[in-house]
Structure formats: C-alpha cells, structure tokens
C-alpha cells in the first residue's frame, strides 16, 4: 500500500488536507497507522473530532506512535474520543486478521 485508497471528491478542503497529511507524515509506520483511519473515517468526523485529529497530526511521530503501540501512556489532553477510536481502530484490525 502506498496511500489513499479513496476518493477525495466528496472531502471538503480541510478533510482533504488532513488526509493527505495523515499519509504523508516523515515516517512510513506512522502514515500506516493514521492514514488508514483517515480513509475509513475523515468524512464522518465533526467539527470537534477534525479539531482531536489535527491536533494528534501536531504531535511528533516518535511520540504519537509510542502511545498507540501502548509503550508510554497518551498525554491527557490527547486522551480524547478520537485518539480512542485511532488506538481501537487498529485494534480491531489486528484482531480480525490475527
């Protein structure tokens, strides 16, 4: 996989730049992690979820990922709805093709 797998026909600009930054992030484990939950949910997140991701798009690659690969706890005003649906997000994944 190199990237988006959807279409941004439907995405308005700002949906679509936090996609493209999701998948475009300096590392390739990160655009792993965020781009596939931009995929799936960027066109159904509210005005306050887009806020929670781009917010967790600030935080540093070394950081974000150690928090959802459970190495170091998420800093509390990230611990948020959406990084929750993020970490879940994964976990589903790992458990329906584990």
Do not use: C, K
């Not at 590392?27 to 992690?33: F, I």
């Not at 998420?74 to 584990?98: I, M, T």
């Amino acid at each position: 996989m190199t990237g988006t797998t959807r279409t941004t026909e439907s995405l308005n600009s700002r949906q679509r730049r936090a996609l493209f930054h999701a998948w475009h992030r300096g590392t390739r484990e990160m655009d792993l992690l965020l781009g596939p939950f931009a995929d799936a949910r960027i066109d159904s997140l509210s005005e306050e979820e887009m806020n929670q991701f781009e917010a967790l798009m600030d935080v540093a690659d070394r950081e974000l990922y150690a928090w959802l690969t459970g190495s170091a706890p998420v800093a509390p005003d990230h611990d948020n709805a959406v990084y929750r649906a993020l970490a879940g997000f994964h976990d589903s994944l790992a458990e329906r093709d584990g």
